[in-house]
């Protein structure tokens, strides 16, 4: 319709921006290693793809895990939430290592949002144990063990997303 504003991307009403390098991001999944040990031992990882991908080698390399297991769902464009889609589901090896409720399985994703792609994955195993490296505020109460939250208005930048480049001076007008 004419003169309706434009949607915003989640990352425009984030606003706030917030980037994680490498070195920082194996720091925190390390420090979550530190709590995730306290509640082991854990028969399999399931990493929710494609951000839980990373902090879930971090963190069962730690924790001596062997057996990853992925459920792969989509559903931000970049910043723009869509649909959640299911692409794959999770094995039915890992189903029946946790008992077909999840029990003794650790869920493990880059952050909660929203909280409806943890919902979603809380919902397939709920007896399993959720761990996220980062939280905003609506998906938190999801989350059994996390290691930072920042506020609902902060956009995450995670090092995999993101390059190094030229920053003009504050001098000269930048931000
Ligand atoms: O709490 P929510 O609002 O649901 O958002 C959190 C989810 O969004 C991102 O995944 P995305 O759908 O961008 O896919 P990706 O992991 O493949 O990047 C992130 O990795 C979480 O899985
Ligand atoms: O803050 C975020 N950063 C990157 N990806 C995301 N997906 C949902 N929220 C975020
Ligand atoms: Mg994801």
Redesign the pocket.
Known sequence: MAGEAPELS?QER?GKAFPVSWDQFHRDCRALTWRLNEVGPFHAVIAITR?GLVPAAIVARELGVRIIDTVCIAS?DHDKQGELQVLKGISDAAMELGGGTGKGLLIVDD?V?TGKTGKLVRDMLPDAHFATVYAKPKGRPLVDTFITEVSQDT????PWDTALSYHPPLRDGAA
């Open positions: 989640a984030a951000g931000y952050l949002d956009w995450i930048f995670f």
